[in-house]
C-alpha cells in the first residue's frame, strides 16, 4: 500500500510542491527512474535514452516525505542544479540492484534458464538501474557477451544473453506485448520494444 501511495504520487500531475531539503541532499540521492516518453508529467525533469527512443529517463531522490520524491524542473530551478549535475550524481551514487534469474525468484529447482530479471532490493521503479554505467560495465563483465532488455515494468528489466536463447527479435517483442496486455497494470507500462546491449561498447540499441 506504501509503494502503492508513492507510485500514484509520481504519476499525479500535480508535482509543483516543494519539499523541504538542500542541494546536496538532492545530488546524494538521486536516481534514475524509466518511464515511457508519453506518461511524463508536465514541469518533470526528462532526459531521452540513447537507444531507448520511447523512454524517458527521470529522476527521483529521497526527501522528509518520500524516497522517491520526483526531481521537477521548479525544484532544480530553485536548488540551482543543472540537468548535468543531476546525471553525474546519479552515475556516481551508491546503488543497489539485483539480478536474480527466473528461477530463484520463483525458488523452483535450477534448470538453468538463462533468463535474469534486473531491480532494485524493493522491486519498486527499478527499471532505471539498466541505464547506469556500473551496471551495464558489471551485466557486459558477467554475461561477456551481448545481451537483450526486455521492459518487464517500470520496476524491472529482464535481461537475456543473446545467445542462450533462439528467438527472434519478433518474437521477443511478442513476448513484451504479451506480458504487457495480460500480467502488467497499465500503469506500470514501460515498453512494448526490444533493446539489445553491445558489452564491449555498452551501447543500447532498439531492435524491434
Do not use: W
Not at 157 to 163: A, K, N, Q, R, W
Amino acid at each position: 500500500m506504501k509503494n502503492e501511495k508513492m507510485l500514484m504520487a509520481l504519476t499525479d500531475n500535480d508535482i509543483e510542491f516543494l519539499p523541504q531539503t538542500t542541494k546536496q541532499n538532492i545530488l546524494n540521492t538521486v536516481m534514475p527512474v524509466l518511464l515511457p516518453q508519453n506518461a511524463v508529467q508536465k514541469g518533470r525533469v526528462q532526459i531521452p535514452v540513447r537507444g531507448m527512443d520511447d523512454i524517458a529517463l527521470t529522476f527521483v531522490f529521497c526527501s522528509e516525505e518520500s524516497p522517491y520524491t520526483p526531481i521537477t524542473q521548479a525544484l532544480i530551478k530553485v536548488y540551482d542544479i543543472s540537468q548535468s549535475e543531476l546525471c553525474k550524481s546519479m552515475n556516481e551514487n551508491p546503488c543497489s540492484y539485483t539480478l536474480q534469474t527466473i528461477d530463484e525468484m520463483t525458488g523452483f529447482p535450477d534448470k538453468g534458464f538463462p533468463i535474469y530479471v534486473l531491480t532494485n532490493p524493493e522491486n519498486f521503479l527499478g527499471a532505471g538501474g539498466i541505464v547506469l554505467p556500473s551496471v551495464l560495465t558489471q551485466l557486459s563483465d558477467f554475461f561477456m557477451q551481448d545481451f537483450y532488455i526486455l521492459p518487464s515494468s517500470i520496476h524491472e528489466v529482464v535481461v537475456i544473453p543473446v545467445d542462450r536463447i533462439n528467438y527472434t527479435p519478433e518474437q521477443l517483442a511478442r513476448i513484451v506485448d504479451n506480458t504487457n496486455r495480460y500480467f502488467v497494470r497499465k500503469l506500470d507500462v514501460l515498453s512494448a520494444h526490444v533493446y539489445r546491449v553491445d558489452y564491449k561498447t555498452h551501447e543500447i540499441m532498439t531492435i524491434h
